[in-house]
């Protein structure tokens, strides 16, 4: 008998936040799936940055200093009249997981996209939705490998997750099966 390929969907997320911990207030989470029989498929919002301090999740001066010096463009997200309260975000997000098979989440960071999302699913008293042994760090395995090329603003979740799927594409297909 033949044993039948576990079909894989390996998602890059990106988000924008508040701080630089793993208790980050989350103003934007985007995602794109990059291999897998949902190819293509992505997801973005802008999130309120109180409704995401309101549950606990932190913001740091030293961030928001840095924000100012941030192009324009990225720092709409801010002011986007289409941002969520953090508990229908989160809502949103796992909606667009729930479909996808087995999936791999790679986050830029070991500590930082894949940990400020699974610490905002706790403090909302939310469902994490994904297995933690399906966490992947896009950080640790680009690190020595030539740098990427921006697609898009700088910045902005959606566009940060999908240049850097492209790189990882690029540079270590090997290890998206």
């Given at each position: 008998?033949?044993?039948?390929?576990?079909?894989?969907?390996?998602?890059?997320?990106?988000?924008?936040?508040v701080?630089?911990?793993?208790?980050?207030?989350?103003?934007?989470?985007?995602?794109?799936?990059?291999?897998?029989?949902?190819?293509?498929?992505?997801?973005?919002?802008?999130?309120?940055?109180?409704?995401?301090?309101?549950?606990?999740?932190t913001?740091?001066?030293?961030?928001?200093?840095?924000?100012?010096?941030?192009?324009?463009?990225?720092?709409?997200?801010?002011?986007?009249?289409e941002?969520?309260?953090?508990?229908?975000?989160?809502?949103?997000?796992r909606?667009?997981?729930?479909?996808?098979n087995?999936?791999?989440?790679?986050?830029?960071?070991?500590?930082?996209?894949?940990?400020?999302?699974?610490?905002?699913?706790?403090?909302?008293?939310?469902?994490?939705?994904?297995?933690?042994w399906?966490?992947?760090?896009?950080?640790?395995?680009?690190?020595?490998?030539?740098?990427?090329?921006?697609?898009?603003?700088?910045?902005?979740a959606?566009?940060?997750?999908?240049?850097?799927?492209?790189?990882?594409?690029?540079?270590?297909?090997?290890?998206?099966?």
């Amino acid at each position: 008998m033949m044993k039948q390929k576990l079909m894989i969907d390996h998602v890059m997320v990106d988000l924008e936040t508040v701080d630089s911990t793993p208790t980050a207030g989350i103003i934007s989470i985007g995602a794109v799936v990059f291999k897998g029989p949902s190819s293509g498929l992505h997801f973005y919002t802008a999130v309120d940055v109180a409704s995401s301090l309101s549950i606990g999740l932190t913001q740091s001066d030293d961030t928001m200093k840095w924000w100012a010096q941030q192009n324009p463009k990225a720092r709409s997200v801010f002011d986007d009249p289409e941002r969520l309260e953090i508990h229908i975000a989160l809502c949103s997000f796992r909606q667009f997981l729930e479909p996808l098979n087995e999936v791999r989440v790679w986050g830029n960071g070991a500590a930082f996209d894949n940990a400020i999302l699974a610490t905002a699913y706790r403090l909302a008293g939310l469902a994490h939705p994904w297995k933690f042994w399906n966490d992947r760090c896009y950080r640790t395995v680009v690190a020595g490998l030539p740098k990427r090329k921006q697609q898009g603003t700088f910045h902005n979740a959606l566009d940060d997750a999908i240049s850097q799927a492209d790189h990882l594409m690029e540079c270590a297909p090997e290890l998206i099966k």
